[in-house]
């Protein structure tokens, strides 16, 4: 890159690393008992943990049938995308219900990157087909399309935004009970068959939201490492960057017991509540699995072992943020697939521009972290050191450039696009980055440090280059 950009870039990340806000709204005191301010209960003092039951095991699949015969199913609605329709992790899962005598009906219109539309047809079509069970194969936009037709057929006189988060929807809580899914990823990445989340993009304002409650988790996800030998290379490495930011932002969040308000009633404590000490466990282990094995599944299509670590690592990193949560990579990543332009991912089968998620999340990852680490330098440098970085002589007040750094020699020996720019972007689109930022107060609030608007423009425009 040109010696003057990257003058820029640098000169932007000391901005991002100084400008810390001390006043009081802003500046987190880390001294404060767990849960208490000056004025009595404001932040949480409890984190709860909920997570799908989970099955793992090369052929796994086999056993769907069984399960939902002994759930007592007897309507089930299968749904995929029109890709994995033709492939045998579905051709297996069909197999086993009609071995098992389990009358069912396929939906495979799901949506690569789903939208409130693609979810309303899906939503459609289980209220027609009154289902008593569902079974989701496919990567995370099947899991959240099947856990919203799930929702939205459980609750039939909602309002699709009752239960999309705010500020976007009313975020009311889920009380309604739901039907058995089951839920078979096929990719290892977005860890949705343990979490309570649904993801989307509401096309009116170009920009992706959610819903988020423990009710809507799968009942069952079984972990077939099979499935993975499928993904084309771009899509495991694209998987496997959600899987490294899912990691490495539920590790750095705010502390559950510094996140605010405290809830008066325990439905309406968050899915994503901030770090604890449990979800830490799993995403420091997820990240172990990713430094060993991305690199190796994604230069070897049959190397199954590596494929298999990270289907588990996906899982592992769902468990850990689909309690803790994420922040602002996540945060930040929704407008950059949500505003494409002509961008096509290569090894996507898709009829539509897409900037896959994990790509969208990674890209601005060595911008967020050299921003955040002033907050919890010690937990930078760990997952620095994790992914390769050799620590030993560094500065605790160096740890957001050191990870930064280590990311992108990572990113680089995985050739990733060079930065937002070489996705279609350009510092002209970067008003409206942050303008489809601003709304994603579910995971943005839970940066360790808060961001102004001036701050989010600056991220933008560091990680318009990478190398």
């Not at 897409?354 to 999340?361: A, D, K, N, Q, T």
């Not at 050299?370 to 994790?386: D, G, K, N, S, V």
């Amino acid at each position: 890159m040109a010696a003057a950009s990257q003058t820029r870039v640098a000169h932007l990340l000391r901005q991002l690393q100084r400008a810390a806000c001390q006043c009081p709204t802003h500046s987190h005191t880390y001294s404060q008992a767990p849960g208490l301010s000056p004025s009595g209960k404001t932040t949480d003092y409890a984190f709860e943990m909920a997570v799908s039951n989970i099955r793992y095991g090369p052929g796994v699949t086999k056993e769907v049938g069984m399960d939902l015969k002994n759930m007592g199913a007897k309507n089930v609605c299968l749904m995929t995308d029109k890709n994995l329709a033709q492939l045998p992790p579905v051709q297996v899962a069909m197999d086993s219900l009609v071995k098992n005598g389990i009358p069912f009906t396929v939906y495979d219109n799901v949506r690569v990157e789903p939208t409130d539309a693609s979810f309303m047809e899906a939503i459609e079509f289980a209220q027609k087909g009154a289902f008593d069970a569902y079974v989701a194969v496919g990567g995370g936009s099947t899991m959240d399309t099947c856990k919203a037709a799930n929702l939205y057929t459980s609750s039939p006189h909602s309002d699709f935004l009752d239960y999309v988060s705010a500020p976007i929807g009313k975020g009311k809580p889920v009380s309604v009970p739901l039907k058995p899914l089951i839920a078979v990823p096929t990719t290892a990445g977005t860890g949705s068959e343990t979490t309570g989340v649904a993801i989307f993009d509401y096309e009116h304002l170009k920009v992706k939201t959610g819903i988020a409650s423990r009710a809507i988790k799968p009942t069952l996800g079984l972990i077939d490492p099979l499935h993975t030998l499928h993904m084309p290379a771009r899509v495991v490495a694209n998987s496997g960057f959600d899987v490294l930011c899912h990691a490495l932002e539920s590790y750095t969040a705010l502390p559950y017991h510094l996140r605010s308000p405290c809830p008066s009633n325990p439905i309406t404590r968050p899915a994503y509540q901030g770090s604890n000490p449990i979800s830490d466990i799993w995403a420091v282990h997820a990240l172990r699995i990713v430094a060993k094995y991305l690199k190796r599944a994604v230069r070897n299509p049959d190397d199954l072992e590596a494929r298999s670590h990270m289907h588990l690592a996906s899982a592992f990193a769902g468990i850990g943020f689909g309690n803790a949560g994420v922040h602002l990579c996540h945060g930040m990543s929704y407008p950059i697939s949500g505003l494409v332009k002509t961008y096509k991912a290569k090894d996507y089968n898709v009829d539509h521009p897409l900037v896959p998620h994990g790509l969208s999340v990674v890209l601005t990852s060595p911008a967020v972290f050299t921003f955040t680490a002033q907050m919890f330098p010690e937990r930078h440098l760990e997952t620095a050191e994790i992914l390769g970085a050799d620590t030993r002589t560094a500065r605790i007040q160096d740890a957001g450039p050191v990870l930064a750094d280590t990311l992108r020699k990572f990113l680089f020996d995985l050739d990733v696009d060079d930065g937002l720019a070489a996705v279609g972007y350009s510092k002209a689109d970067i008003p409206a980055l942050v303008k489809g930022t601003l709304p994603q107060e579910r995971v943005t609030k839970l940066a360790p440090r808060p961001q102004s608007e001036e701050d989010l423009t600056a991220l933008f425009e560091a990680s318009m280059k990478l190398y």
